[in-house]
């Protein structure tokens, strides 16, 4: 939303409460090559603009960024065995990108201890710890194409109009677990039953149905809302896809949580 529209929607209120109720979202950058990804020390509270800037190089980059519950260290959510579950609230983040991309989101942050941590798929993942201070939130949302719902249950919601293109809002709604939605290129004539058909295979050594070109919404905690700036992907079949684990370790595309999409 623009300054001119929020100060719109706003009318009838004095200049300076105008400023005070609906402050201009503020914006931060993270930035990460193949061994680092680093964060501003501080980060102001409410609705933030975060660019993941990625340098050229041969790691790809798929960031979340979670808030420490309070009480707890960073050091101590990284030493529990079920850190998503019981240590933190999982804010955002984008599915995989290529080195060297860039990756607009928009995030909800309350006052509080957080990290970032690059490639949670790999065994030394980069992180970089931050600080959420309190002051003037910004409650104006980006203006997104339609809103994409993860859950309740292992769903997801795709609303009519859908193209892999664009601002879109992800919610998701399911009370206990956290989900994403990676947006996956189909290899031709694979669809999202094979998908999850060649998941409970196990076999390691064939080759999945998809090209492995990832993007969109990383992980949301439960209850969670985040925006994502889709990069338009070349027309075809794709697949939204939660490869997040759940409590009894199953990541939840073995449990069908994967829907087609066309992008034309």
């Known amino acids: 939303m623009t300054a001119v529209a929020a100060i719109a929607a706003l009318a009838g209120c004095g200049s300076e409460d105008r400023a005070a109720a609906q402050p201009d979202r503020r914006h931060i950058t993270f930035r990460a ?28 980059h798929h960031i979340f960024v979670a808030r420490l519950n309070d009480g707890v260290s960073f050091e101590e959510a990284m030493a529990d065995e079920e850190p998503f579950f019981t240590k933190m609230t999982i804010k955002g983040g984008n599915g995989v990108v290529a080195a060297g991309t860039r990756v607009e989101m928009t995030m909800n942050l309350e006052p509080g201890n957080y990290f970032v941590l690059d490639n949670p798929q790999n065994e030394r993942s980069p992180t970089d710890t931050f600080t959420v201070v309190d002051g003037p939130r910004s409650t104006v949302e980006p203006e997104a194409k339609g809103t994409v719902h993860l859950g309740p249950g292992m769903s997801i919601h795709v609303p009519e109009g859908f193209d892999g293109r664009g601002v879109w809002k992800f919610v998701n709604d399911d009370p206990a677990e ?32 998809f090209d492995g070109d990832f993007g969109s919404m990383g992980a949301l905690g439960p209850g969670e809302t985040a925006w994502i700036t889709l990069q338009p992907g070349e027309p075809g079949d794709y697949v939204l896809i939660c490869f997040v684990p759940g409590r009894d370790g199953i990541p939840h595309v073995g449990k069908g949580m994967v829907t087609d999409i066309t992008v034309e």
Do not use: C, N
Request: aromatic residues 4%; hydrophobic residues 40%.
């Open 33 to 60: 090559d193949d061994t680092s990804v680093t964060a501003p020390e501080q980060v102001p509270s409410g609705l933030v603009d975060i660019t993941l800037e990625t340098a050229a190089g041969k790691q790809v």
């Open 178 to 209: 956290s989900h994403e939605a990676a947006l996956v290129r189909m290899k031709p004539g694979q669809h999202a039953a094979d998908v999850v058909e060649w998941f409970h295979a196990g076999d390691e050594s064939a080759p999945p149905p």
